[in-house]
């Protein structure tokens, strides 16, 4: 039973990273209609600057302390969401007008480049990341939690809080719906489009950030990190594509999945658990546990 129960809570830790992955996938989608394949490479790049700063930080006798957190993760969300916002209006903006397989195509080219930028600037070898949270253990009875696990939950829940804070009742939320149900209309009504979509590019940044600050700190930064971009992928399928909150569900739930199925069926079942998952979800129900239903007449 004690197996069981590190299975389930060590799953739910890592499907909170798939979850902020996949409310990054979500967001763009809900105001541009468009999949964002560089995702995962974004939050690769937030994992490198947290490393960078974290390792610039001036070090004591036993390495750059607690402190260090101040500078780290401000600065990693920032600088994932300027080069978010960058990329949105040097690669995605002069698109407007082509098509969707187009813009796609642009977000693929744009995390090739991601990833080999960070191998020129860092090089192939796993960087380990300063222990900036500590080596605390939190007993929950038979289950024993480090500190940058907990940190990973609580993150993803307030995260999943402000989320839907923002869309329910912030004029910025209500203008990104509006624009993901109708853009003519939403420009008829005086929202800036443009604005928006450069909104929605900077959301995305920010849970990648969140993402890759938790790989940072649970595991090493190295070139791989970017394949959690496409594990998280089929959360964001689970939840609905135009659902943010339903991909931070969803990837709590592939999570327990591929954990579960790792510990009692093998590591084999564990890659490709989720990709079942949504074969089956999406034979029921196509639009995603929480996505909208569109009805389409000709």
């Known amino acids: 039973m004690d197996f ?23 967001v763009i989608y809900r105001a541009t209609g468009m999949l964002n394949f560089a995702q995962g490479e974004l939050m690769m790049l937030a994992a490198y600057i947290a490393y960078a700063l974290a390792t610039w930080m001036p070090a004591g006798p036993q390495g750059p302390d607690a402190g260090a957190l101040w500078l780290v993760v ?3 969300l920032a600088a994932a969401m300027v080069a978010a916002v960058l990329l949105e209006a040097l690669f995605i903006r002069p698109m407007a007008g082509e098509s969707m397989f187009a813009k796609v195509m642009v977000t693929i080219a744009l995390a090739v480049m991601i990833r080999a930028v960070i191998v020129l600037a860092w090089g192939n070898e796993p960087q380990l990341m300063p222990r900036l949270l ?7 009875g038979p289950v024993a939690l480090y500190t940058p696990q ?9 995260t999943s809080a402000a989320t839907w804070a923002l869309f329910a009742r912030s004029r910025a939320g209500l203008a ?3 624009t993901a149900n109708d853009e003519s209309a939403a420009l008829l009504m005086g929202i800036d489009v443009r604005r928006v979509y450069t909104l929605a590019w900077a959301l995305a940044a920010l849970y990648a950030g969140l993402a890759g600050l938790a790989c940072a700190f649970l595991f090493s930064v190295d070139p791989t990190v970017y394949s959690l971009g496409l594990r998280s992928f089929p ?9 943010v909150l339903g991909g931070a569900l969803g990837g709590l739930v592939i999570g327990v999945l591929e954990n579960l199925a790792g510990g009692y069926l093998g590591r084999g079942m564990k890659d490709i658990v989720g ?24």
């Open 150 to 158: 907990v940190v990973v939950l609580l993150a993803l829940a307030l």
């Open 235 to 243: 959360a964001t399928i689970l939840g609905g594509l135009d659902s």
């Open 134 to 140: 500590g080596n605390a253990l939190i007993r929950l």
């Open 176 to 178: 990104m719906r509006a």
């Open 74 to 76: 401000p600065g990693t």
């Open 275 to 298: 990709f079942l998952l949504i074969i089956v979800v999406l034979m029921v129900k196509p639009y995603g546990l929480f996505g909208t239903r569109r009805i389409e007449r000709v």
């Open 4 to 26: 069981l129960f590190n299975l389930l809570v060590s799953g739910l830790v890592v499907g909170g990273v798939y979850g902020l992955i996949a409310m990054g996938f979500a």
